[in-house]
């Protein structure tokens, strides 16, 4: 193997690997925001700790690979012998190593911090923690609420209270992400190599696109679905009142298995939001179209104007397509 092949395809795959790791987590971070009432949220906390840990290790090591002049296994093993932490699990000491490596390219802010240290622990301490005969059944929560210093007083604002707590988290979770994507983009530049080149439908180019917000990913691909049900029932039998977005045929049942198979659903999403476009730019995202609002809105934020069209838009699906509501399709 050469030292090209060894940074654009065998690290190319670990820094996928952290990518699906972090998707993953976020995924689950998601889940527990977007439910009413978390069903197990002990196990899914230890669930996306855990794939986040996991994902942000790897991600550390690749910077600290591709910031060395690795040329062969003996280079790999003069690494590894000079900086221990590349067989262990401390994000702290990784971090350390880069910040030594690369300074002033990289500032951790405090809250960032804090979620490192979080990401330590638990791999560390609470990663078995489970098995211990004297564990606390909800240490996973615990650990969150004690980084973030969000309280708990009783079982009735438990929700609320993890949903404040992982709003917290998912601030200095976004921030590194950017910081450590932009200094692999970077490196990757730097050395000609091709460690980034990714699929567009893979999970680290979700990560990566969104990785100022990566959340939005899955707001996004919540409302791609409903409209895309909304087209296919339109297409295929329906009668609705509402313009649909319109997919194109020859893509929906790719559209539609990313969904079946939890696949990334990017196409589908860019399709979506290429409509919005011209559904608000038209005047056409409403049913009909001027009779409940008249007026043509110039967005220069594309989330401001998907929040707005699918706030409009959502009761009026529901209704038609899952029949949720009466049947006058009337927004409140």
Known sequence: MNEFYYNSISIGSELRIAGNFIFDACQSIYSLMSTRHAVDPE???????????????????????LDNDIKSSDDLAKLEKNNRHMRDHNHAELNKAIKEHVPGRIIITKEENKLIALLFKFYNKNRYGHFCFDS??????????ETTDVKSENIFDEKPC???????????????????????????????????????????????????????????????????????ACKYGGDYEMTPVSF??????????SYIYDRVALSAIDECESEYINLVEGGRFLPNQSDIYSEKKTYEDADEMYKDAWEIRKPFIYYSVFEVGDDEHEVS
């Open 43 to 65: 196990v899914e906390l230890f669930h996306s700790l855990y794939n986040l840990s996991v994902g942000f290790e790897r991600m550390l090591k690749v910077i600290i690979v």
């Open 248 to 257: 194109d045929d020859a893509l929906i049942n790719e559209h539609l298995d």
């Open 162 to 232: 993890l949903d404040r707590a992982l709003n917290i988290i998912m601030k200095p979770l976004n921030s590194l992400s950017k910081k450590y994507m932009g200094l692999i983009g970077d490196l990757v530049s730097k050395k000609s190599i091709y460690t980034t080149e990714v699929s567009s439908d893979s999970k680290y180019a979700v990560v990566s696109f969104y990785r100022g917000d990566i959340l939005k990913y899955f707001r996004l691909r919540d409302i791609t679905y409903y409209e895309l049900m909304y087209f296919v």
């Open 136 to 145: 606390d059944a909800d240490s996973t929560r615990n650990m969150v609420y």
